[in-house]
């Protein structure tokens, strides 16, 4: 790396993030006389990162749960790394990777430190876990030279718990963590003609069924509870109709054995795992959901969004800026299995509702969110930060 280049050291807890948040975003920042140094956990995931990225990495053990003996020696190792790598920039995200970074980079002496909120636990935790998250929020804030919100309404919870200062948080561009490639990845027109017939005809769905879908963890707090509860409302009313449920079984935040069993008993729902090679999936799918109870701005609405399909979530942080409610999707309560039924149905009944919503999602998403409108708006917050 040349001495004449601003150099950013980006910092998250685990490596697997930074494939999302980091791909292309390299590429262009390196064409504009800045170089991404990643430090994350070791494992294959860093290693196949650097690969992939041609990225400078350094490999720092940070577990993802609060241990105070093994956080100070990650910390220790931290702060060695900064001080060798000399960074003008250290850019940190998610809580714990936030609250290291931050703390490290103050003690290293880094100039600027940017934490980047992307989601708050604390919105759903309580009592002395709430407490604690609170105060590692409001730490990593305290220590921060500017805090980057990926959305307005994440924004307006870190200002009603006092987490921040007003003048220190800003939301950049639009909002979103990454954007959506739109006209790459996730453009309906680059895959092959029967990609929606094929993807269907590998998970035994039938080309005349109605198909939901949803990506993500498969955890309570992702609201699996009620859309398990409004499947059983709808299943027997639309025999055609299938479920595609796309992610892992956590133990974390657990669904209770009699759901597991409900979803892994049901011939019309269909657990795929993690399956990477999403565009094909959405192509299968009718309606996308997302049930949550909470975010910070998901990626599924607007990937949904480029693939032309409409959208059923909750009225949360980050997704109500997702979604435009009645234009682009369906805003329903959060914890609410009936409304979520209700909104189903509206698509279910009306594919001319969903093809037209589906449209004017995709046309949002082109105007508003194209990943190089976001990447922009880094370089920019980096060139004057560093003024």
């Known amino acids: 790396m040349r001495a004449d280049r601003m150099r950013v050291v980006h910092i998250t807890t685990v490596p697997e993030s930074l494939v999302s948040y980091l791909r292309g975003q390299i590429d262009f920042l390196r064409e ?139 939301v950049l561009a639009n909002g979103s963590g990454q954007g959506v490639d739109a006209t790459g990845k996730f453009d309906p027109a680059r895959l092959p003609p029967d990609a929606r017939a094929a993807t269907r005809k590998r998970h035994g769905i039938p080309d005349d069924a109605v198909v939901l879908g949803y990506f993500g963890r498969l955890v309570r707090d992702k609201g699996i509870l ?52 999403t565009p094909p999936l959405y192509a299968a799918m009718d309606i996308v959901v997302l049930p949550t109870y909470r975010e910070g701005f998901p990626n599924v609405p607007l990937e949904a969004a480029a693939m032309t399909r409409p959208v059923v979530a909750t009225r949360v942080s980050g997704c109500v800026d997702a979604i435009v409610d009645g234009v682009t999707g369906l805003l329903v309560p959060p914890r609410d299995a009936d409304a979520l039924a209700a909104a189903l149905r509206r698509y279910i009944d009306d594919p001319a509702l969903r093809a037209r919503h589906g449209t004017a999602a995709r046309e949002r998403v082109l105007l508003s969110f194209r990943r190089e409108i976001l990447w922009e708006a880094i370089h920019q917050t980096y060139l004057e930060l560093t003024a």
């Not at 709430?130 to 030279?145: F, G, H, I, P, V």
């Not at 669904?255 to 069993?261: C, F, I």
């Open 32 to 170: 504009r006389g800045v170089d991404v140094i990643a430090v994350s956990s070791p494992g294959h995931h860093l290693d196949a990162f650097a690969r992939e990225f041609s990225a400078d990495v350094v490999a720092v053990e940070m577990p993802r749960k609060i241990t105070p003996l093994r956080d100070l020696r990650s910390l220790a190792s931290l702060v060695k790394t900064l001080r060798a790598q000399h960074p003008q920039i250290i850019h940190a995200h998610t809580p714990k990777g936030g609250l290291l970074g931050m703390i490290g980079g103050w003690l290293a002496g880094v100039p600027v430190r940017i934490y980047h909120m992307r989601g708050l636990p604390l919105e759903t935790a309580t009592g002395w876990r709430r407490a604690l998250l609170t105060a590692t929020e409001r730490t990593s804030c305290a220590l921060a030279t500017r805090v980057l919100c990926v959305s307005s309404s994440l924004r307006e919870v870190a200002l009603r718990e006092h987490l921040v200062d007003p003048d220190k948080i800003e």
């Open 226 to 277: 009620e859309l398990l509860g409004a499947w059983q409302t709808l299943r027997d009313a639309y025999p055609k109709l299938h479920l595609i449920l796309a992610g892992v079984i956590e133990e974390r935040d657990a669904l209770p054995p009699g759901a597991l069993a409900a979803l892994r008993g049901d011939d019309r729902i269909h657990l795929l795992g993690f399956d990477w090679n």
